[in-house]
Antibody
């Protein structure tokens, strides 16, 4: 059974950093490619970043480029999102999801709140 | 960036009646590999999105056959043949062909 479990969210001040983790089970994240998607309170879905399966190429939304870094540890089957220089507009529920083109399975998400 | 536009944004439907959601992209979603990466998701309140349809018209395992996807190029449609109470929530289309990936604004389906 495919499972994704995110962690690492919390309350952080503007300008601060957080690292989100997403542990996968029931499949290999390195062979699937992975994606982060966020959802601000009461709003729609916003694609944040993806990492490709084979070569680990990374892709970012303009809104986070230069501030966020997606990476993975294949030995731990874990996906990460390093978030630096956080802004109030980054406040959202962050989901990791399996895949990059055919995004299929989603985790429950971890809440990030950026506020002073 | 590819802009994905859904309509309508609000969809009140009577139980047992059909429903249809449109998703239009600003560029063709046909990929260089010949596939069209257009996905449909359903999100119930307080839950994570669940994929219903991938590559325009392929239904995911466990998705009722009252859901169907169609379309090509830049124009796509999700149809529900007979709406049931469990279908309430927000429906999103997402293109997986071009970077950056983009979602539609979402269509909120409610029961009249």
């Amino acid at each position: 059974e495919v499972q994704l479990l995110e962690s690492g969210g919390g309350l952080v001040q503007p300008g601060g950093s957080l690292r989100l983790s997403c542990v996968g089970s029931g499949f290999s994240i390195s062979s699937s490619g992975m994606t982060w998607v966020r959802q601000a309170p009461g709003m729609g879905l916003e694609w944040v970043a993806s990492i490709s399966a084979t070569f680990g190429n990374t892709y970012y939304a303009d809104s986070v480029k230069g501030r966020f870094t997606i990476s993975r540890d294949n030995s731990k089957n874990t996906l990460y999102l390093q978030m630096d220089s956080l802004r109030a507009g980054d406040t959202a529920l962050y989901h990791c999801a399996k895949g990059t083109s055919n995004v299929d399975f989603w985790g429950q998400g971890t809440l990030v709140t950026v506020s002073s | 960036d590819v802009v994905v536009t859904q309509s309508p944004l609000s969809l009140p439907v009577t139980l047992g009646q059909p429903a249809s959601i449109s998703c239009r992209s600003s560029q063709s979603l046909v990929s260089s590999d010949g596939n069209t990466y257009l996905n449909w998701f359903h999100q119930r309140p307080g839950q994570s999105p669940r994929r219903l349809i991938y590559k325009v018209s392929n239904r995911d395992s466990g998705v009722p056959d009252r859901f169907s996807g169609s379309g090509s190029g830049t124009d796509f449609t999700l149809k529900i043949s007979r709406v049931e109470a469990e279908d309430v929530g927000v429906y999103y289309c997402m293109q997986g062909t071009h970077w950056p990936r983009t979602f539609g604004q979402g269509t909120k389906l409610e029961i009249k």
